[in-house]
């Protein structure tokens, strides 16, 4: 009967030291799943700002863009308003040799 108590007693300590380990265990897995959270947290914060950032970075050049673009435009109409003032004849004769060539792109075969 000393063979079975000691075996009992050697199984209820392994029993019992499992248990402390498997909760030690659950308790670091807990740990690590948190520190992985606040991580990816803090990452994807980063990233959100960066894309903000880079965002508004891409307004500002495309707002200046369409500026220069509007100037651009601008100076072209004003040129071209210039040009058919001063040479009514060669404009109209550039606006028949457009709407001709327009006219056979676009014609259907």
Known sequence: MAIHDSTSKAAADAAS???DRM????????????SLYEGGR???????RSAS???????????????QLRTQA???????QEMV???????????VGLGVLVGMLTRRR
């Open 74 to 80: 601008s100076d072209l109409a004003g040129r071209t």
């Open 23 to 34: 909760s030690s265990v659950k308790d670091e897995l807990g740990a690590m799943a948190s």
């Open 85 to 95: 003032r001063e040479r009514p004849a060669v404009a109209l004769g550039i606006a």
């Open 53 to 67: 950032h880079d965002a508004s970075r891409l307004m500002e050049k495309g707002t200046e863009a369409a500026g």
């Open 17 to 19: 030291k499992m248990s």
């Open 42 to 48: 803090e990452h994807g914060k980063a990233l959100a």
